[in-house]
């Protein structure tokens, strides 16, 4: 368990991809041709221009991690930078947390990894018990409410502030129901 679960999933699927067709067509399908836009992916004077001191550090820490991951790992199995980077950003933006038996775990999930975030969606998603499938536990998404045709099946990516949707996913929600805003001192 060296290093961060994105990183070792994120070489876990390219190692996987290249040995197993299922893998293959779907990195081809969902790998963005840039790495997605999070925090991982900023430049130096992009992480500068961050107002949230505290989130230019976290984002400086999480790519010095990535890349040490990178250079004890991934580059010694032909994995390149930029590949590296692309899949690193496509586990964090698209892998779900689940609990199997007790243990949490996090695992790509095709298609269902295509749901996107509204902090109050009408959907989840929901695991099965191992032993209700021959083939093992499923994973669906199942909704609160009827949905209207045409409706998209959104989902919570769970109870985050704004600036852990950036770090994370790259993406902010306006009017945030977990925003916090620290105060300093005492009283008012």
Known sequence: RDGPWECRLALLLL??????AFWG????????????PTLLAFRPEELRALQDRGLQREGRAWQQEVAAFF??????RGVGREEWGRAVGLVSSRAF??????????????FLDMAN???????????????????GPTVDIRTLAPLRVGEEALISYGSKPNRRLL?????????????????AG???
């Open 97 to 110: 947390q689940l609990t199997l038996e007790g243990e949490r775990a996090q695992a790509m999930l095709p």
């Open 15 to 20: 190692l996987r991809a290249r040995e197993d």
């Open 71 to 76: 250079r004890r790992h991934a580059a010694a």
């Open 186 to 188: 005492r009283g008012g």
């Open 25 to 36: 067509e779907y990195l081809a399908s969902v790998m963005p041709p840039e790495p997605p």
């Open 117 to 135: 975030h509204c902090p109050h969606a009408p959907c989840f998603h929901a695991v099965s018990e191992p032993s209700a499938s021959p083939a």
């Open 167 to 183: 770090l994370q996913y790259g993406f902010v929600v306006e009017g945030n129901p977990f925003d916090r805003l620290p105060l």
